[in-house]
């Protein structure tokens, strides 16, 4: 604790960071002692890190920073995606001595002390990196003080009993218990429901400055929740980004087909994105390693243009990238027209953007709140919109609840949806 309390004080405890495959990386104990297991990961961003351990999709995930100098300008009162941190353990190479920032309020280290987060400082984050890129996404502990003394054997041990991550159904960990209202800015133009997965506070943020007054509802609502939201039900309903397997999530699934059997206009970002593939009757499958950080290449193939954008996802949906496909039908038979892949990763070719052509509902992999992160993919929340426009517009001829036909001018792609504005 004395390197906490003094701040320049570099007689830290020593740490120890063990992989459940055996590599093992001695450091000094960072953030608060004792133990944390967890899934590795590694985020690429070199900003953002207040962002990255308020983000409730890194619950049980142990965060290793690639970039060198973490905690350079302290935790501020305006940055937090959530009430907390959620990241399980957190792995830094050099951590600031003092942070300098006219917004910072306290040390990254004193929060993550007063938010028990268990931490490891000191080791070749690169290095670590590298090993879980070669050999892919595994569980870790990190052990402090005394608990760094144990022999690797029995920690090694410790660590391939915590939980995977395939399989972990987590949203209910981390949704709001009650609901809430986001109000919109200005003139309040359409009411959306937000079903909270996980969801990062600027997603509402955005949404109000669209004039969009946001119901967030907690994971377990139903269609009839949803259809509760505003008078005569919601303009739009909304899916967010949050943690764990997506494949666990039948639930949330079978409320989304119903989203989608009603036509309510739907976007869903993230973890989002992987259930409206699920719902159209697409597979998700683990990446090796995952994409964290904010500077990922996306292509938006409507435009061709290349984004610079965020993420955060360990999973991804198992579709077709080079050509519009009929939706797998679910299993009663149901089709939901066409779709394609809309945006795709230039790194490795996985999707991270879905477009159904049949139907008003979109939804991407990345991140367009960008918090942290670059706004090249904003434009992201104006679609949502002009699909909310476009709905307003057919209402008079719409069949509400009728399963989707062939499509109509007022349901044709969106991908111009947003250019109505
Ligand atoms: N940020 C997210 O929504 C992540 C989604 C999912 N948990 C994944 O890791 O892929």
Known sequence: MSAVAAGFDLDRPPAILVLEDGRSFRG????APGQTVGEAVFSTGMTGYQETLT???????VVVMTAPHVGNTGINDEDDESSRFWVAGYVVRDPALRPSSWRSRRSLEDELVAQGIVGISGIDTRALTRHLRERGA?????????LAQRPVTELVAAVQDAPQMTGAALAAEVTTKERYVVPAVGERRF????VDLGIKAMTPTLLARQGIEVHVLPATATFDDIRAVGDGGPDGVFFSNGPGDPATADAEVAVLRQVLDARIPFFGICFGNQLLGRALGFGTYK???GHRGINQPVMDRTTGKVEVTAHNHGFAVDAPTDREVAAPADAEGTAYGRVRVSHVCLNDDVVEGLECLDLPAYSVQYHPEAAAGPHDAAYLFDRFVGLMERRGLREDTSDEGARPGPPTSATKSMSDAGEDK
Do not use: C
Request: aromatic share 14%; proline share 4%.
């Open 28 to 31: 000094d104990a960072y953030g």
């Open 55 to 61: 983000d409730p999709s890194y619950h049980r995930q």
């Open 138 to 146: 595994m569980r870790v502990g990190i052990f402090s003080g005394e």
């Open 191 to 194: 009411t959306v429901a937000a």
């Open 287 to 289: 990446l090796k390693y």
